[in-house]
């Protein structure tokens, strides 16, 4: 957090990302709370869902444009112009309040969606240029929970001014003209995110290789979509990314829209003060979601939670639907947004980081024109579900099951990332788990991992390491055995053994080139004693062709000796220690020539050597040791003398303890005090 702050421009850019939601969504929040005065039922649900397709609309019919123009000029440029001219439309909406004009303050909803069409591209897509793609997924966790804070703001204050300052009325007009303090607060906020505009540094624009003017006639003949459409979907990477953010806000859209005329139903009460705080306590839990994804991504971008998040939206939904309790459903819209925060984040990172600078505006338009269909789509749908006399009730079950297929789809596409998550836990109940080394994997592009094979759970180990999914290559008599092969094929093992060798080292090349990570144990076997074993030579068929080769060495340390390695029954009890044990997982940097089975294994003892300097630098001293596993065996026999004394551990800590307390009456030296401590433990009695 604190490095991603001094980064700079990185906190003029969190002002322009707080005061730019707070005033798109305080005029959005003002038109709504005049409806909901001035309105009820069916009537209220589709005016509400109307004010959100105005919104909404502007994104799908500038898609295009926005990303031409996002394309052609610098992103830092782009931000000034639209702040600036943001001020002039502030302005607008503020004497359309003044003038008491709804009709007029409702057309201005679109033009201000307008502005925030061609601003949006700009304003994600320079984050990248301000931080890095290192630090992507933390400032990407930040700028979504400030932004969600904003959200918060203004739905409480601009509610709270307008529940204290409005005139009841069944004329929106007249309320309008009430609360035009609220437009003159609207200019103010627009005003300052224009002047941080100014103190961002400044980025040319990427070089592209379209240096035409903007063509009517490929826009209006839909020649521009097609174009921009094929190169979002173009990277499968990026176009998953874009549906399921579409899901979600087009389910935000559904909650927002109709949550007013649910609330109103179950409890008989328009209060907009009340809703508005239900609501914004989901802002509450994407703010705490999007701290933990932006945690959980701080130096890589953590895809496993995205099926997490999905399944808790759909839990979070369900119970909403079905409560009557003001108290439940409050809990019910944390959890939605605390679930949200996991799915969006490491998905708007994704976005950012394999999307190419030249391209960056059109993809980030392009993101922008999905989402706002999604969401135009999921508005329809809650006009249907009313017109079709079915239920608030019956709509969020309906978009909760979405949310569970999405979900499921979600495990179905990362199984090895989902899985990494529990997998993590599993492993820290029992072991201190340490990563060496973790920036040496690239974030993207094929990879072969090559190193050390010590115990029966090396896979599950690398996985939990890996920010990245990895297909492992198991020897195929295991592989076949009936009661497993359905999970291997699951998670896409690649079986390799006599007869089949040349099928798997093409299936190996496959992955690789198709930018997958594949991991291989090049010793063919599980240590029988520890050591680093020769390596076979089967790999280089993998990478010999292979133009971009990039092998990554790693290097396993502290499995050796656990129930899950080769080590026999005595070596175990020796080495079983009190308490967790400690795994190190170290990445060499990558390799990207060929390298032969010899250097190979060379490279992987050079990893060992500098894994056991860095457990060594974090041991406590000897004493320390001694005293976990005298304390761990405390009945066990620890010392004797010819004279037929026999002391156990815990007496031994005891004896430790006494002379340790009269050297300390006697010695008045403290450093000499406490050497004698340590020593004590090693002097015979």
Same mark, same amino acid.
């Given at each position: 957090m604190k490095e991603?702050?001094?980064? %700079?421009?990185?906190?003029? *850019? =969190?002002?322009?990302?707080?005061?730019?939601?707070?005033?798109?969504?305080?005029?959005?929040?003002?038109?709504?709370?005049?409806?909901?005065?001035?309105?009820?039922?069916?009537?209220?649900?589709?005016?509400?869902?109307?004010?959100?397709?105005?919104?909404?609309?502007p994104f799908v019919f500038l898609f295009s444009p926005a990303g031409f123009i996002n394309d052609k000029y610098s992103h830092t440029k782009v931000i000034r112009y639209a702040a600036v001219v943001g001020v002039f439309i502030s302005f607008a909406i503020f004497l359309s309040y003044l003038a008491g004009a709804f009709e007029i303050a409702f057309i201005l909803t679109l033009i201000l969606a307008a502005q925030s069409a061609v601003y949006s591209p700009a304003k994600y897509g320079i984050i990248k240029s301000i931080v890095g793609t290192e630090h992507l997924g933390a400032a990407n966790g930040i700028i979504q929970a400030l932004t969600i804070l904003a959200i918060l703001f203004s739905s409480f204050a601009f509610s709270y001014i307008f529940e204290v300052i409005y005139v009841a009325s069944d004329n929106p007009s007249d309320i309008l003209s009430s609360i035009y303090f609220i437009g003159f607060l609207i200019v103010i906020f627009s005003a300052l995110e224009a002047i941080f505009s100014f103190k961002l540094p400044f980025f040319s624009a990427a070089e592209s290789e379209e240096?035409? #003017?903007?063509?009517?006639?490929k826009y209006f003949s839909l020649s521009y979509l097609k174009e921009n459409v094929k190169l979002v979907r173009s990277d499968k990477n990026i176009w998953l990314s874009i549906i399921g953010l579409s899901i979600f806000w087009g389910v935000s859209q559904v909650i927002v829209a109709a949550f007013p005329a649910h609330y109103k139903m179950l409890f008989n009460d328009d209060n907009a003060l009340v809703i508005q705080m239900i609501l914004a306590i989901s802002g509450i839990g994407l703010i705490f979601g999007s701290y933990i994804a932006g945690a959980m991504s701080k130096y890589h971008i953590e895809l496993g939670i995205v099926p997490l998040g999905a399944l808790g939206l759909f839990l979070s939904l369900f119970f909403l639907a079905s409560s009557?309790?003001?108290?439940i459903i409050s809990f019910c819209s944390f959890c939605f947004g605390l679930f949200g925060g996991l799915l969006i984040v490491p998905l708007n990172a994704t976005i950012q980081f394999f999307a190419p600078e030249a391209s960056m505006g059109k993809i980030l338009a392009g993101n922008?024109?999905? #989402?706002?269909?999604?969401?135009?789509?999921f508005l329809l749908l809650s006009i249907a579900f009313v017109y079709a006399d079915i239920s608030t009730t019956g709509l969020f079950i309906f978009v909760a099951v979405v949310c569970f297929i999405g979900s499921l789809y979600a495990i179905l596409q990362v199984p090895h990332l989902f899985t990494r998550l529990f997998l993590l836990v599993f492993l820290k109940t029992g072991y201190r788990f340490h990563v060496e080394g973790l920036k040496n994997l690239p974030q993207s592009g094929g990879v072969l991992l090559l190193g050390n094979h010590i115990s029966w759970i090396d896979w599950l180990v690398l996985q939990a390491a890996s920010p990245r999914a990895i297909k492992f290559v198991m020897y195929r008599g295991i592989y076949n055995k009936w009661y497993l092969t359905w999970i291997f094929k699951f998670f896409k093992v690649i079986p390799i053994g006599a007869g089949s060798s040349k099928e798997s080292i093409e299936t190996i090349r496959q *992955? =690789?080139?198709?930018?997958?990570?594949?991991?291989?144990?090049?010793?063919?076997?599980?240590? *029988?004693?520890? #050591?680093?074993?020769?390596? #076979? %030579?089967? *790999?280089?068929?993998?990478?010999?062709e292979w133009q971009d080769v990039c092998v990554v060495p790693f290097y396993l340390r502290g499995l050796w000796g656990s129930s899950f390695s080769r080590a026999d029954a005595h070596y175990k009890e020796l080495t079983k220690q009190r308490g967790k044990r400690d795994i190190i997982v170290a990445f060499g940097k990558p390799i990207r020539?060929?390298?032969?089975?010899?250097?190979?294994?060379?490279?992987?003892?050079e990893l060992s050597f500098s894994s056991w300097e860095n457990f060594i630098a974090r041991q406590q001293p000897l004493t320390h040791h001694w005293l976990d596993m005298a304390k761990g065996n405390s009945l066990r026999e620890c010392v004797a003398d010819s004279m037929g004394t026999e002391l156990t551990n815990a007496k031994f800590i005891s004896a430790v303890l006494v002379f340790s307390k009269l050297f300390k009456q006697t010695l008045t030296n403290e450093k000499m005090s406490a050497y004698c401590c340590q020593v004590l433990p090693w002097v015979p009695l």
């Open positions: 991603l702050l001094k980064i %700079r421009g990185f906190l003029p *850019y =969190l002002a322009i990302a707080f005061l730019n939601a707070s005033v798109d969504l305080a005029h959005k929040i003002t038109i709504q709370n005049v409806l909901l005065k001035s309105f009820d039922g069916d009537t209220l649900v589709v005016l509400t869902a109307l004010v959100n397709a105005m919104i909404l609309l240096k035409t #003017q903007f063509s009517a006639k009557g309790s003001v108290a922008n024109f999905v #989402q706002n269909i999604a969401m135009i789509g *992955y =690789l080139e198709n930018g997958e990570v594949v991991a291989l144990f090049p010793e063919g076997h599980i240590s *029988y004693n520890g #050591q680093i074993n020769e390596f #076979q %030579r089967g *790999y280089e068929l993998s990478i010999k020539e060929f390298i032969d089975h010899v250097a190979m294994k060379q490279k992987v003892v």
